[in-house]
């Protein structure tokens, strides 16, 4: 039996030869010594590396921000030798101011536009215009009032820009009078999302995807390659930077951290001197180290091309002294082959191979000897079947039993000495059985085949006491030449049954309980069939729980439904948990679905199938249309609001770029709106918004858009015009339906009159953005109110 054993195992793995085994070692341990030393080198590299890139990037970084402080220093140069120039001449009024600053055009070399406040915060003089000229006053801007109580230029904080809405940061100057008396405050202007300012700096790159951002001490962003974040908190779309939060808290240096969006990333920062800003750079970790990678791969690649290269010389120089090893290993096996043995032909040198032959020779003496033990080996296994865990039976030609180990006196209640020679159908098999038995033992003793040869079977089998007792039957057959003979294994599977039994009512339980719940629960294997639905599926499908078994996903929901979920579910059968909204008919009703499939694996982590777990969400989806649309409305006016605006304008501008029609954009407000709130009070003011809302509704068609963007700000679009008197007629319809009748206000007459703004867009004019046009129908609005209110202008 050792020698089946032994060539049993010889079948079962490769055989590898002393010469590749030892070949293996030597490659193992070239392999093994090449990558440690690689490894250890790489690591100190790789240390040395990381710092230097630290260094570079701090250098570069304080380099940016003392590029920056140059900036602010050449700037402040400039401011002061206007002021001065200011303060020599002592020019007075917009009179002198507005032609002696329009003179100095180098300052919008440096500047996005440069105004003079008087001590009263009014505007005197603007290099981009007179129209804002004694209608603008800052006097309440912190910058303004900092200049004033220092005497001294200041940097404001970024700030957005009120007329033109631009993201700024302000520097000004102080000019003084004769008597050294501040007189004037020149402000210069410099527009963060424009390139004039930060310049090439903007632009730097560190690695592919590495950038140059900036924020103040406050957290604020100033400068970012993505221009929507200007002006919000670092930390306004959510998520968490340690090292930005580090940098606003006061430290200077790099460090790494792993951004809100994931990318793990060196950072260094410096904070400039003119100002508060904190210049940082980001610069990606993967693009820092790409190519240390690249040298540990090339380091792994020639580490195994060495073993390789040393593992063919041992090839070679094994096989030439291992040769007469390799003529001893053939004689062995045809030894082993042969009926008797033939000494060795060949002498042998006085050596480990001459040893090992002689060896062989005494050993083939002692094969007889090892025949004479193969009986006790024998009677050795008869007692391990006697000790065996399951119940060994073996039977003769006539169906008698000739061998009961001991577990089959437990499991049966016969003895060994009562079993022996008995018939197996008379001691084992239930009476009603008997002629089945009989007739199967007929047919295998004649054949040595049968239903239970060769495979196990589970069946219930005689107790001594009567009771009937689960096994299962394992049956091998022997042929003895006139007849067959066999052995049987015999396990009692009570335990199993029982435990069978209560998986079926964990079953049965889980099926209770997700009828119970307010879903549609089912699992689906790899083809795609029904193998569980709770009962959910009546209201879901209308098909009974137990009709879906065994169906196919396609067969229930139909080919047009399927083709929709098709994707997700062939997602989670590759392994992924799939989750989604859909819509479809049920019994004649739309609903709205919250699927989730989850893969089931087993314990090899292989896909076995799919949980499908449905919920209604219909109500929910009714409840987030009606807030969506609600959102697009002034609660106020019921007017559409900036959001609706916002999302219209552009469709807009695109139907009249297609149609060829022209459109206007109609800039509103109440004249005067702030001194009714102030001396009626809001409730009062609120009434006027909504009469003007109404009267304005009713002045346009109903294609047209009417908007209140915010406060007494109104907007018109109308679409479909042929020329600007249309647009003029509209508007004049508005100013004489606002101003007759009078308002009445809680009893009390009130005369209001609306200023309109009017900017034309032509199919011949050129492109234009939503924000360009509103911009201009500004502009227009204050043109009227320049001209007295209660009219409208076109914009130039």
């Known amino acids: 039996m050792a020698t089946d054993a032994t060539a049993t195992s010889a079948r079962r793995w490769p055989r590898l030869t002393l010469r590749a085994r030892l070949t293996l070692s030597v490659m193992l341990l070239a392999l093994l010594s090449t990558l440690g030393v690689a490894t250890g080198a790489f690591f100190y590299i790789k240390s040395n590396t990381l710092e230097e890139i630290a260094s570079d990037q701090m250098r570069r970084t304080e380099a940016i921000a003392d590029a920056i402080d140059q900036k602010f220093i050449s700037r402040r140069v400039v401011l002061k030798a206007f002021a001065e120039s200011l303060e020599a001449l002592q020019l007075r009024g917009t009179a002198q101011l507005q032609p002696f600053l329009l003179r100095h055009t180098a300052l919008l070399d440096v500047f996005d536009n440069v105004t003079v406040l008087d001590r009263q915060g009014d505007l005197v003089a603007n290099y981009l215009g007179l129209e804002a000229l004694g209608k603008l006053n800052l006097a309440d801007r912190p ?33 003084h009078d004769a008597q050294g008396r501040i007189a004037y405050v020149i402000n210069g202007q410099i527009t963060l999302e424009k390139p004039n300012f930060l310049g090439d700096i903007a632009d730097l790159k560190f690695g592919k995807t590495g950038y140059v951002f900036i924020t103040n001490t406050d957290g604020i962003v100033i400068h970012s390659p993505r221009k929507s974040r200007i002006l919000q908190h670092f930390n306004a779309e959510g998520g968490y930077n340690e090292a930005t939060s580090r940098a606003v808290a006061g430290f200077e240096g790099t460090t790494d951290a792993i951004n809100r969006l994931g990318v793990h990333a060196l950072y260094a920062f410096k904070q400039t001197r003119q ?110 079947l006697e000790h065996a865990g399951d119940a060994f039976v073996a039977i003769d030609g006539q169906a008698r039993i000739t061998e009961w180990n001991h577990q089959a006196e437990l499991i049966f209640g016969h003895t060994r000495e009562q079993a022996l020679g008995q018939s197996l159908s008379e001691l084992m098999v239930p009476a009603t059985m008997h002629s089945r038995c009989l007739a199967g033992m007929a047919a295998f ?77 089912a699992h689906l294997d790899t083809n795609e069939r029904f193998g569980f639905v709770n009962s959910a599926v009546r209201e879901w499908w209308s098909q009974e729980p137990e009709h879906m078994i065994g169906r196919t996903m396609r067969e229930v929901v139909g080919d047009v439904f399927y083709a929709r979920i098709e994707p997700m579910l062939k997602k989670a059968l590759a392994g992924e948990r799939v989750e989604f909204e859909s819509e479809r008919m049920v019994n004649g009703v739309p609903r709205d679905a919250h699927s989730i499939y989850v893969p089931e694996r087993d314990e090899h982590g292989a896909v076995v199938g799919v949980v499908v777990m449905t919920t209604n969400i219909t109500d929910l989806k009714t409840a987030q249309r009606t807030l969506a649309q609600q959102a697009r409305v002034d609660p106020l006016t019921l007017l559409a609001n900036r959001v609706a605006f916002n999302e219209t304008l552009p469709l807009m501008l695109a139907r009249a770029r297609r149609s060829g029609d ?96 009017i900017a034309f867009h032509a199919a011949s004019s050129p492109p234009a953005t939503p924000a360009e046009l509103l911009a201009r129908a500004d502009g227009a609005l204050y043109a009227a109110k320049a001209a007295g209110r209660n009219r409208f202008e076109f914009a130039v």
């Open 445 to 521: 003793f004649r054949s040595g085949t049968g239903p239970l040869v060769g495979r196990r079977t589970e069946l219930n089998a005689l107790h001594r006491d009567g009771r009937l007792i689960p096994v299962e039957l394992s049956v091998a057959a022997m042929d003895q030449g006139d007849h067959f003979v066999a052995h049987a294994f015999l396990r009692d599977i009570s335990e199993r049954r029982a435990a069978q039994e209560r998986v079926a009512a964990s079953r049965k339980l889980l099926q209770d309980i997700t009828d119970t719940l307010p879903a549609l629960v």
């Open 143 to 175: 910058y303004f009032i900092e200049t004033l109580a220092s005497d001294a230029g200041v940097i404001s904080p970024p700030i957005r820009n009120r007329s033109r809405g631009l993201a700024q940061v302000l520097m000004t100057q102080p000019v």
């Open 275 to 384: 100002t508060n800003w904190i210049v940082g750079t980001h610069y990606p970790y993967e693009e820092a180290v790409a190519d240390l990678h690249r040298v540990e791969r090339w380091t792994a690649l020639g580490a195994v091309a060495l073993s390789l290269l040393v593992g063919g010389l041992s090839l070679l120089l094994l096989r030439r002294q291992l040769a007469p090893l390799g003529r001893l290993h053939r004689h062995i096996v045809a030894t082993q082959a042969a009926t008797h043995y033939q000494r060795l032909e060949a002498e042998h040198p006085d050596d480990e191979l001459g040893d090992l032959a002689r060896s062989f020779d005494h050993l083939m003496a002692e094969r007889h000897a090892a025949r004479q033990q193969l009986e006790a080996s024998e009677n050795y296994l008869r007692d391990v």
């Open 662 to 757: 022209a459109l206007a954009v109609m800039y509103l407000d109440i004249d005067h709106f702030k001194a009714i709130n102030d001396s009626l009070g809001h409730a009062a003011g609120d009434e006027v918004l909504c009469e003007f809302a109404r009267r304005l509704q009713a002045s346009v068609r109903a294609t047209d858009l009417a908007v209140r963007l915010a406060g007494d700000e109104f907007v018109v679009v109308l679409e479909n015009l042929c020329g600007t008197e249309v647009a003029g007629a509209v508007a004049q319809k508005i100013v004489d339906q606002v101003a007759r009748p009078v308002f009445d206000v809680h009893g009390r007459p009130l005369s209001i009159t609306t200023s309109i703004g």
